[in-house]
């Protein structure tokens, strides 16, 4: 234990080392995992690298990205820090909360729910921005100026809506087959009406495409990349690209979406462009290095 952090594991990965986390969450108020791939070069004396925040779909853990993905290989060659966090609250023991595998248990969709009895613990997005990010900060050799965020399925809709929702705290956002308009799919109306109720102002809060409609200028001018798998079983009814593109076109804000014929919803089409995404941020946090030298 250090500093409130157990390491539960580590293992060499690529010069580097993939490692799991264990920390007293606050926020949450139940303990929390994540996993962080630190490449080679944060051995480097003074080492202050970019760090890549990954944020995971429905049913998955701190650690599925982690072992899914290959995306270390990448990392190390790139020099930057990844963190995978869980995908909501465990233990809460919380009537009904691991009924379904898209509310609940490994469904937190990245935001603070205000509804009872959800509201205690499911505060993701308190979680992630103020206890994850800055304690990632303090420990580790990171420098948080130079923070990007990505992530899959109900992770790209935590990506999207937490770098629209607080500019200024990540530099580059990406996303791969997000839930992109979750007040309008099935997932996302059941998550939102559990964790936010009825009210669907409260909804157009956290969902990425009305918060991209809103905005009076591209808050991401160097671009956002998103892919998108066209033999993907929830394209039709779940992700709706097609309304985050216009949304984007609307207000002018640069987006590369491509549609990959043949590629479905799993991780091994998340595996086909991991190093796309990481490039993509790497160019674009580097760039925030050079503007402050
Ligand atoms: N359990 C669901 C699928 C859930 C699912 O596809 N989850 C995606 C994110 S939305 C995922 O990444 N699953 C973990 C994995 O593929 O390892 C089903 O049976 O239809």
């Not at 060659?77 to 233990?91: A, F, I, K, M, W």
Request: one cysteine or more; aromatic letters at 10%; glycine letters at 10%.
């Amino acid at each position: 234990m250090q500093n409130g952090l157990e390491l539960l594991a580590s293992h060499a990965c690529f010069d580097g080392e993939q490692r799991y986390y264990r920390h007293a969450s606050r926020r949450v108020g139940l303990p929390m995992r994540f996993g962080l791939y630190l490449p080679p070069q944060a051995a480097g004396e003074g080492a202050r690298l970019p760090v890549l925040f990954y944020l995971a779909g429905l049913t998955c853990t701190e650690e599925t990205f982690a072992i899914k993905a290959g995306a270390q290989r990448w990392a190390a060659e790139l020099g930057l820090v990844l963190v995978t966090p869980d995908t909501s609250p465990r233990g809460a023991d919380l009537p009904g909360e691991a009924q379904s595998w898209d509310f609940g248990v490994g469904a937190g969709f990245y935001l603070d729910a205000t509804r009872a009895p959800w509201r205690r613990h499911w505060r993701m997005e308190t979680y992630l921005l103020d206890e994850l990010l800055p304690l990632i900060g303090e420990q580790f050799p990171v420098d948080l100026q130079r923070a990007g965020v990505f992530g899959h399925s109900m992770g790209g809709h935590g990506a999207l809506t937490l770098a629209l929702r607080h500019p200024g705290m990540f530099r580059s956002v990406s996303a791969l087959a997000p839930i992109a308009a979750p007040s309008r799919c099935p997932w996302g109306e059941k998550a939102f009406t559990g964790y936010l109720g009825d009210d669907r102002r409260a909804w157009a809060a956290h969902d990425a495409t009305e918060l991209m409609a809103r905005q009076t200028e591209p808050p991401y001018p160097d671009g956002i990349l998103v892919d998108q798998g066209l033999d993907d079983q929830f394209l039709a009814e779940q992700l709706h690209p097609h309304l985050l593109e216009a949304a984007c076109a609307a207000v002018g804000q640069p987006l590369t979406l491509r549609r990959h014929a043949g590629y479905d919803h799993s991780y091994y089409f998340v595996a086909s462009f991991v190093q796309d995404h990481l490039r993509f941020h790497a160019e674009r946090l580097q760039k925030v290095g050079a503007r402050r030298r």
